[in-house]
């Protein structure tokens, strides 16, 4: 099997599993004692009642105190409970052995259960500079991988740009489907000493942009499960103030990923992830997110 079929594959599965509106998280990390322990979320709490939509869809919450961290957690793991439109063009990278970067575009609107996301597979030839953050020079007629995501308020529909096929559909995930709980109820530790994560639904119904718009799995990554880390400045990325936080990863972050320290811009009135950039033990750059431009309302 290719390597691009394999990603391919790879990526409808986790599609399908990501859109389930209880999602289990799992990851591994080590004790002090090196034993490896299992972190995986447990389900949603049926007793707290859902958000009530007939005010969410034109009141948003009121947006927690940034400049505290369990305030930077709340809002990066309840990041659309802040906007309800969002429009940009993003360059993110999957796996920095391979040199492959991901082009995503998107534009939604949370209330009105629609969606459009286009993402397509590139491999630079000027990947040193693209991970600093310069757009990414191809070409064209070679891009091995590329998809069309639309959400029409009713059902979302995934397409390969290459073939025109259909790879999956499925139903929309509308707002009344969120649930917004504290902290304690989204991340805890258990008796046993492992971890307990909880994933929202994601109602902006594009999926490849989760890590950006609702970046709930590396807030409870980096700043659940490790308290090495810090918020530093507040700076103006992409038209858009943020919350600059930095900080080194926990051993399983590493052990996974191969980013040692990170720093990351989130927006502050939105917990939306504009731009991460994650260092290895040689200080130099593995993983990235860059936005080009953005909207929010």
């Known amino acids: 099997m290719n390597k691009n079929f394999q990603k391919i594959i790879g990526g409808f599965l986790a599609f399908i599993f990501v859109f389930s509106s209880v999602i289990w998280f799992s990851i591994e990390k080590k004790r002090d004692d090196n034993t490896m322990v299992s972190v995986a979320a447990a389900p949603a709490n049926n007793d707290i009642a859902p958000i009530d939509n007939s005010i969410a869809e034109h009141v948003l919450l009121s947006v927690p105190d940034v400049t505290t961290k369990d305030g930077i957690r709340e809002l990066m793991l309840n990041s659309t409970d802040y906007f309800q439109t969002v429009s940009g063009e993003f360059i993110y990278s999957m796996n920095d052995a391979e040199g492959d970067v991901f082009i995503l575009s998107l534009e939604c609107d949370i209330d009105a259960s629609t969606a459009e996301t286009h993402v397509m597979q590139v491999y630079p030839t000027n990947l040193t500079e693209v991970k600093e953050g310069m757009h990414p020079v191809y070409k064209e007629d070679d891009v091995p991988w590329a998809r069309t995501q639309i959400a029409d308020g009713t059902e979302w529909v995934l397409t390969d740009d290459l073939t025109g096929g259909v790879v999956a559909a499925g139903e929309v995930v509308t707002r009344d489907q969120l649930i917004h709980e504290p902290l304690e109820k989204r991340f805890y530790m258990n008796e046993d000493g492992?971890?307990?994560?909880?994933?929202?639904?994601?109602?902006?119904?594009?999926?490849?942009?989760?890590?950006?718009?609702?970046?709930?799995?590396?807030?409870?990554?980096?700043?659940?499960?490790s308290d090495e880390w810090d918020i530093i400045d507040m700076e103006e990325y992409a038209g858009r103030e943020c919350v600059v936080v930095s900080g080194k990863s926990p051993d399983f972050y590493i052990e996974k990923n191969g980013v040692v320290t990170f720093k990351m811009y989130v927006d502050k009135n939105t917990g939306i992830l504009l731009k991460f950039v994650g260092l290895d033990e040689r200080n130099q750059i593995v993983k990235f997110t860059y936005t080009n431009k953005i909207e929010i309302s």
């Not at 971890?195 to 659940?224: G, H, K, Q």
């Open 194 to 225: 492992t971890s307990s994560s909880v994933l929202r639904a994601d109602p902006t119904n594009t999926y490849f942009a989760r890590r950006i718009l609702t970046p709930e799995e590396i807030a409870f990554s980096l700043l659940c499960s």
